[in-house]
């Protein structure tokens, strides 16, 4: 049986990256992008519909989202679906889908820059900084070696 698990999103960040760090030191960074949608209904109207997600990345990729991106930077992202579960503080069951980001590529600059980022970031398609972590494209297997666990 045939099975394809490819997302390809373009959207922007609805709030800057949260980093932290597993046990064993792997950066993992949670960007919540809005991806929109517009269409026209039945009577001509234009309607528009949001949708949020969240991206996971790891390790340097991890790391570079969070010092070049910041809350409405619009992004490329290209990833799979993954389900993660637990068991939240009450004892109830808890599930999640999100997006596991395989590649993110910065479109250009929102707004000013994070602070720390050079004072060119974003003039191009993509700075320096974000080519060299599209070059080292972080794979899941090395997440999940890494203690990908969260």
Request: proline content about 4%; glycine content about 10%.
């Amino acid at each position: 049986m045939a099975s394809l698990n490819r997302v390809f999103l373009i959207g922007n960040l609805t709030k800057d990256p949260e980093l932290r760090y597993t046990p064993q030191g792997t950066a993992v960074a949670n960007l919540r992008m809005a991806v929109n949608r517009r269409w026209k209904d039945k009577n001509g109207e234009q309607k528009d519909e949001a949708c949020f997600i969240t991206v996971v990345t790891w390790d340097k990729q991890a790391e570079v989202c969070n010092q070049y991106l910041r809350k409405g930077s619009p992004l490329f992202v290209e990833g799979r679906l993954q389900s993660r579960s637990w068991e939240d503080n009450a004892g109830q069951k808890r599930s999640v889908i999100e997006v596991r980001a395989e590649r993110v590529q910065f479109m250009g600059q929102s707004g000013a820059a994070r602070p720390g980022a050079p004072a060119d970031e974003g003039q191009g398609e993509i700075s320096q900084a974000p080519q060299a972590m599209e070059e080292e494209s972080i794979s899941w297997t090395e997440g999940a070696d890494k203690g990908g666990n969260v």
